[in-house]
């Protein structure tokens, strides 16, 4: 199994709402990504866990609230989000931190009205 | 701070021919350079790896070089299809262990 499954696919969300992401993988990486992807540009890092911990949050508002809660999960915690941060919300996984290649998931399609 | 340069906004070639996708970078020495493609709306998918140590890497159709003088990468399609259409994105590791990506080439093969 070489997949990073991402649920949901689509989100729509007000400014109030409390909504999470998920992403799973059983390829048995013990490091796991959350990036985010505007229209048109590269993928931009958000938060890195590197055997459940958090090794990088890259100065990310507090909007955005990660979670690990085993080495197959992710969570992405969304709460009072603003219309720009409407955007395609990527997770990817590696065997570890800064090894070899990262398998991305779908990704979800996030628009927040 | 390091920056990576995909020169190439969008690439237009004709079937069958040779697509060749520039990445450059500068203030840094990277391990390692990755390419991937990513189709619209879709998360990137890994291709190639190429160590600094490696001068040229092939996988079917691609081939990537690497000439860390020049602080370059050169990734090549040969044969190109329609199904290649896609945007190629070049990654480098960053100091924190994370991928760091160039904005990206989109490539259209036309038949």
């Known amino acids: 199994d070489t997949e990073v499954t991402q649920t949901p696919k689509h989100l729509v969300m007000g400014m109030t709402n409390k909504k999470s992401l998920k992403c799973e993988q059983h390829?048995?990486?013990?490091?796991m990504y959350w990036y985010k992807q505007k229209a048109k540009k590269p993928p931009e890092l958000m938060f890195v866990?590197?055997?459940?911990?958090?090794?990088i949050n890259e100065s990310v508002p507090s909007r955005f609230s990660p979670e690990c809660p085993n080495s197959s999960l992710l969570n992405l915690h969304l709460h009072a989000l603003q219309p720009e941060d409407s955007a395609l919300y990527l997770c990817?996984?590696?065997?570890?931190?800064?090894?070899?290649?990262?398998?991305f998931g779908q990704g979800t399609r996030l628009t927040v009205v | 701070s390091q920056k990576i340069e995909q020169n190439s906004e969008a690439l237009n070639i004709q079937e069958g021919k040779t697509a060749t996708l520039t990445c450059n970078y500068t203030?840094?020495?990277?391990?390692?350079l990755q390419w991937y493609r990513q189709d619209p709306g879709r998360g990137p998918v890994f291709l190639l790896l190429?160590?600094?140590?490696?001068k040229e890497k092939r996988k079917e159709r691609l081939k990537v070089t690497f000439d860390t003088t020049l602080k370059q990468s050169l990734f090549h399609i040969t044969a190109s299809q329609p199904a290649d259409s896609a945007t190629y994105l070049c990654?480098?590791?960053?100091?924190?262990?994370?991928?760091?990506f160039g904005k990206g080439t989109k490539l259209s093969v036309k038949p």
């Open positions: 390829m048995g990486h013990r490091a």
């Open positions: 866990y590197s055997y459940e911990k958090l090794s």
């Open positions: 190429i160590r600094e140590n490696e």
């Open positions: 203030n840094y020495s990277p391990a390692y």
């Open positions: 990817a996984s590696s065997q570890r931190q800064g090894y070899t290649e990262a398998f």
């Open positions: 990654a480098l590791e960053g100091s924190q262990g994370n991928l760091i």
